[in-house]
């Protein structure tokens, strides 16, 4: 087995349509390179579709099927999550960030002296809610 394996980045790509035919170029490499890999053996897929090198047991790459960019027919057929799985979609609303809150709190920049920081931090987790209490009960003049 080489050690030198495929690979199919494209982080640094746009959509730009020259973009899109520099995304289908380096597919064709990567599928290329792929295909002769499997061909020549010494490999096999996993359950999750990586191929994984036989000798080391190192994952080489995701199957050239699974990889490649969608075709212009598949992506007119693309529907938006939550249209395909509303109650799925629905749940993972509700269980995602804080719930919201009827008089939520408001972020300031203070300056407050090292020390006074240091002392409340050393007291633990919460120390900016032991702050806001000591503001709350102090007489303001």
Known sequence: MTAKW??????????????????????????????????????????????????????????????RPLTDEELTRARPFKDVFPELYESIQRARGRPPVDTPKKQITLRVDQDVIAKFKATGKGWQSRINEVLKQAKVK
């Open 6 to 67: 495929p690979s199919f980045i494209t982080k640094d790509l746009g959509k730009t349509p020259e973009d899109d035919a520099e995304m289908t170029r380096r597919w064709e490499v990567y599928d290329r390179e792929m295909q002769a890999l499997i061909a020549a053996g010494g490999v096999h897929m996993d359950d999750d579709g990586w191929w994984v090198d036989d000798a080391t047991g190192e994952l080489i790459g995701p199957d050239p099927e699974i990889e």
